[in-house]
């Protein structure tokens, strides 16, 4: 059984920077593909970054494009997501999700079958 723990959430000010961690349990991190993902009331889950297995470079939504980087490292085993220029619209419950896939490709939610229990970003003065 596939799991993943998310943590470094929290409540920061606009313009102010939080690093999520996703730690990998039971599985050898090498062999999928991490995406991670938020979500707010009443939407959709979306997908902000994902690095792929392959070594391909690394994806990130639009609207967090410059500001976000992803990165892992599998010795720990985990994942990373420093989030710099937080805005308020980025707050959200985040969660990381695994996937067998090579690449991340477009990253669908459908494409991972192992999903964090999320952890809360709040960009707020």
């Excluded at 730690?23 to 090498?30: E, P």
């Excluded at 991670?36 to 979306?46: A, D, H």
């Excluded at 494009?65 to 710099?84: E, W």
């Amino acid at each position: 059984q596939l799991q993943l723990v998310e943590s470094g959430g929290g409540l920061v000010q606009p313009g102010g920077s939080l690093r999520l961690s996703c730690a990998a349990a039971g599985f050898t991190l090498d062999y999928y593909t991490i995406g991670w993902f938020r979500q707010v009331p009443g939407k959709e889950r979306e997908g902000v970054s994902c690095i792929s297995r392959g070594g391909a470079i690394p994806k990130y939504a639009d609207s967090v494009k410059g500001r976000f980087t992803i990165s892992r490292d599998n010795a720990k085993p985990t994942v990373y997501l420093q989030m710099n220029s937080l805005k308020p619209e980025d707050t959200a419950v985040y969660y990381c999700a695994a996937s067998p896939r090579f690449l991340c490709g477009s990253y669908y939610k459908t494409d991972f079958d192992s999903w964090g229990q999320g952890t809360q970003v709040t960009v707020s003065t």
